[in-house]
């Protein structure tokens, strides 16, 4: 079964800019508070969150290819579903042909992703950059300028109440919580 130790260097290997790598690194920390919310296997749903995007540097001119190029990097690793199913359902919307999330594990990953730039987003405007002077309230207080970090679909963050059965404030918390404790690792 593959490992976290095997899906850092997957993700090491083949995504080599700093920022992506911290955003692989806040999905699945996030990935795993929400696994602990909501009945998941914590170190499945980090494996999904530290993955998702490990093809992105070689897709990203290519839309049509992400996660499918990441899918068959690990076609021969023995891979839980739950992270095969999350990884293409978090490309829904997007990736024409992947499927529309359907567990918890695909829901929490699709809704998560856009949160975790969003975070960074508000950190970034403060003064110090620091995630410790981000507050769910400040992150609240950009949500509806649609200007504010226009590329994020907050729509999809916000599916996290009607799909997760977890309110928009508490799923913010949870993420926010989560990126604050590795907050060095992600340079902020």
């Known amino acids: 079964m593959l490992t976290r130790e095997q899906a850092l260097e997957i993700l090491h290997t083949n995504l080599q800019a700093p920022n992506l790598r911290r955003h692989c690194y806040a999905v699945e920390v996030v990935m795993q508070a929400l696994s602990r919310r909501l009945g998941g296997d914590s170190e499945i749903w980090g494996i999904a969150g530290l993955l998702h995007d490990a093809d992105y540097e070689l897709t990203k001119n290519d839309p049509a290819k992400h996660t499918h ?62 995630l410790a002077s981000v507050t769910i309230d400040s992150v609240l207080s950009k949500w509806g300028q649609k200007s504010f970090a226009g590329g994020v679909h907050r729509e999809q963050i916000e599916k996290c109440e009607e799909k997760l059965g977890i309110p928009l404030r508490d799923f913010i918390e949870i993420a926010l919580t989560s990126m604050q404790s590795i907050a060095p690792k992600l340079g902020l």
């Open 69 to 130: 190029v990441l899918l068959e990097w690990l076609k021969d690793i023995e891979l839980h579903t739950d992270i095969r199913d999350a990884i293409l359902a978090h490309g829904w919307g997007y990736v024409d042909g992947n499927p529309e999330p359907t567990s918890k594990i695909e829901w929490a990953l699709y809704c998560c992703d856009e949160l975790t730039g969003f975070i960074v987003a508000v950190t970034l405007v403060k003064p110090d950059k620091k």
